[in-house]
């Protein structure tokens, strides 16, 4: 493979050996309800991208979350989908890939980690580590991603500090390195020590957090407790000779390795500690690194100074309803992306043209000229591609296939509008593609009443509202009664007819399932067909290479 740096007439080889230096990609994984949607604002409020946070719990404002595009999350207060945020903070540039908090999302949020260099893990201090946040946790270890951890709501009552270090250990296997220190919490939090000068940051509070407040920087060991009760005052001190004791100290090949993440402590809503974490989390992430490759074979990885390639790791329809468009989310893992050059797209070898694209802050955008590995663009109406897809330039390569998750709940759709079947039949298609949500055909219904699955009822609540509103056409679902998925061979079709609590159904593809109403009558079919081979759904992750 060749390792021309900066493949590009547009920029030279150190300027791009810069540029990709300065990227930090990276996703915030949370348990729902922990404050990520909050803290993605504050990081655009300290980046300066806005001049007043719309944080969830600020509704009261008028505001709704600038990272929530789609109607149905400014609504509900919720993120239900992922979107790509780009914004810079001195000298390096963000790209944040905002993801659903809600569990049923879960399949959406572990494809844009495929895309991700890092991730930030948003910790309740009143309830550490939750469900949620530890399978996002297992995704990122497997993707081999460092994690930088903070604990936020500090201005509320929570957990002991130390408890919470000692549950970080226990649960997921890594070492917690505190870089800053909370002083009491609740009515008396008094500010946040950072570890790594010795000094005390204090915070005055703004209206709802909705912009920056004041913040006074004292030496600690000289500082006063201005009303902080003294007992908590002095079990602050108390912790941090404890740590200190303990020499606790960070080291970067260990954070990037997977076995520390650094720890830092604040109120997202109130921005205590969120610039203290924003410049912590740009000077400890890596920046883009080699990509594993799937082709050619014998080829590990992909260099970041090799031409161009990217994969696509989204689709999403109608993020602006005006035009009724299609976005193609694309990771560039090397080389530079270039308005208007033409790619190969590796599944159909055929050449494709990168006329139209975007860089995002939520629904608004500004046409991308260039960009450099590590960035994320939207490919604007690009119909033919799908999630997994890579285009490249010159040496021919293929990024490993993004993951895919066995639906657990089933629904029946069908317009209730007969008139509409044209737009019903957009929608499916559409739904299809963006791939969240799988669309199964039974044959002898075809697409009168086809089968939606998904991995939560939110999924299907989304795609009625977008059926309504995007698509133009109301729909009628009916949950249904298989619980496991299955591929199975088209050889195994005619077998699988009449099987005991079984049906047999098919992709867009033309790739077969068959759906069972529970494990039980999955496993009669092993039994009853021990030369078919079924299958499970999903597919693992590739874990990026160091540099």
Not at 216 to 232: I, L, N, Q, S
Not at 234 to 262: N, S
Not at 284 to 289: E, G, K, N, T
Not at 360 to 375: E, I, K, M, P, Y
Request: hydrophobic fraction near 40%; glycine fraction near 8%; charge should be negative.
């Amino acid at each position: 493979m060749s390792s021309t740096p900066a493949p590009s007439a547009s920029i030279g080889t150190a300027a791009f050996t810069d540029a990709v230096g300065r990227r930090r990609t990276f996703a915030i994984i949370s348990h729902p309800d922990a404050g990520k949607t909050t803290l993605t604002e504050k990081f655009l409020l300290y980046a300066g991208a806005v001049g007043e946070a719309g944080a969830v719990k600020s509704r009261r404002v008028a505001r709704a979350a600038r990272s929530d595009w789609m109607k149905l999350e400014q609504e509900r207060g919720i993120s239900v989908s992922s979107t790509v945020l780009h914004f810079a903070y001195r000298d390096w540039r963000f790209n944040l890939l905002d993801t659903p908090g809600h569990a049923d999302f879960s399949e959406d949020t572990y494809r844009t980690l495929c895309a991700a260099d890092a991730a930030v893990m948003v910790l309740d201090i009143a309830k550490g580590l939750e469900p949620q946040t530890l399978k996002l946790f297992q995704v990122c270890r497997d993707r081999g991603l460092p994690i930088v951890t903070f604990v936020n709501k500090c201005d509320r009552p929570g957990l002991p500090p130390l408890g919470l270090l000692d549950e970080i250990t226990e649960q997921i296997g890594l070492q917690p390195v505190p870089i800053t220190w909370p002083v009491a919490d609740g009515s008396d939090f008094a500010g946040i020590v950072d570890r790594r000068t010795d000094e005390l940051v204090r915070y005055d509070r703004t209206a709802h957090g909705a912009r920056k407040g004041q913040e006074v920087v004292e030496p600690w060991a000289t500082a006063d407790p201005k009303g902080c009760p003294p007992d908590r005052w002095d079990a602050a001190k108390e912790e941090l000779e404890l740590l200190d004791m303990e020499e606790r100290e960070l080291d970067q090949d260990a954070f990037l390795g997977g076995t520390q993440t650094p720890v830092f402590f604040g109120s997202a809503l109130q921005n205590f500690g969120v610039r203290l974490l924003l410049e912590g989390f740009a000077e400890l992430a890596p920046a883009p690194s080699a990509s594993p490759v799937d082709q050619p074979a014998d080829v590990g990885a992909r260099p970041v100074a090799a031409p161009f390639a990217g994969q696509v790791f989204k689709v999403q329809a109608n993020m602006n309803p005006r035009h009724r468009d299609r976005m193609a989310f694309l990771r560039v893992n090397s080389g530079t992306f270039e308005r208007g050059m033409s790619a190969t797209l590796a599944r159909t070898g055929r050449t494709y043209q990168l006329k139209y694209a975007h860089q995002l802050f939520a629904a608004d955008r500004n046409t991308v000229d260039l960009a450099v590995a590590g960035d994320i663009v939207g490919l604007v109406n690009a119909a033919d591609l799908v999630p997994g897809d890579t285009l490249y330039t010159d040496d021919a390569v293929t990024f490993p296939p993004i993951p895919t998750f066995a639906p657990e709940k089933f629904v029946s759709v069908r317009t209730t509008d007969t008139k509409r079947y044209k737009q019903f039949r957009k929608g499916l298609v559409q739904l299809d593609e963006e791939g969240v949500i799988h669309v199964l055909r039974r044959p002898e219904f075809g697409d009168q009443e086809p089968i939606l699955a998904g991995v939560g009822q939110l999924q299907f609540e989304v795609a009625e509202h977008r059926f309504e509103h995007e698509f133009g056409c109301p729909v009628r679902m009916q949950p249904l009664q298989w619980e496991v998925a299955r591929r199975i061979d088209s050889s195994a079709v005619d077998a699988l007819r009449g099987q005991f609590k079984t049906m047999v159904v098919e992709d867009s593809q033309g790739n077969h399932m068959a759906l069972f109403a529970s494990s039980v009558a999955l496993d009669k079919a092993e039994r009853d067909h021990p030369d078919i081979t079924f299958e499970p759904l999903g597919t693992g992750l590739a874990r990026r290479v160091a540099a």
